[in-house]
């Protein structure tokens, strides 16, 4: 599966409420200066939270070492689909 196909499959599991909309954005930037003053407090909160649970981290650095691998095995099979087109041109030029 290519990152668009994978992207578009988990956009569409996303439930539709969850989805902004354009009233979502409108208020977001009603209250941007809000959002703004809070922001780093917020942010440094939730990884507060999440890196000072060693379990969370260990879950974490797991899942992260499966999406690189998952990355990884895609670009390899790109890059192979590529190697052979790039032969199969090579010895369609040489047939010719």
Same mark, same amino acid.
């Given at each position: 599966?290519? @990152? *668009?196909?994978?992207?578009?499959? /988990?956009?569409?599991? /996303?439930?539709? *409420? +969850? =989805?902004?909309? !354009?009233?979502? &954005?409108? +208020? +977001? ?9 809070? %922001?780093?407090? *917020? =942010? ?5 939270? *999440?890196?000072?649970? $060693? %379990? !969370? ?7 992260? $070492? !499966? /999406?690189? &691998?998952?990355? /990884?095995?895609? %670009?390899?099979?790109? @890059? +192979?689909? $590529?190697?052979?087109?790039? @032969?199969? %041109?090579?010895?369609? $030029?040489?047939?010719?």
């Amino acid at each position: 599966m290519d @990152l *668009v196909s994978m992207t578009n499959s /988990i956009l569409q599991k /996303i439930p539709v *409420v +969850l =989805i902004p909309t !354009a009233n979502d &954005g409108i +208020l +977001l930037q009603r209250y941007q200066p809000f959002f703004k003053k809070h %922001e780093d407090a *917020v =942010i440094r909160g939730f990884y507060d939270v *999440v890196y000072g649970d $060693q %379990e !969370a981290i260990h879950r974490a650095s797991g899942l992260n $070492q !499966a /999406i690189l &691998g998952r990355f /990884i095995h895609i %670009e390899i099979d790109n @890059l +192979l689909v $590529q190697g052979r087109a790039i @032969l199969h %041109e090579k010895v369609q $030029q040489a047939a010719a």
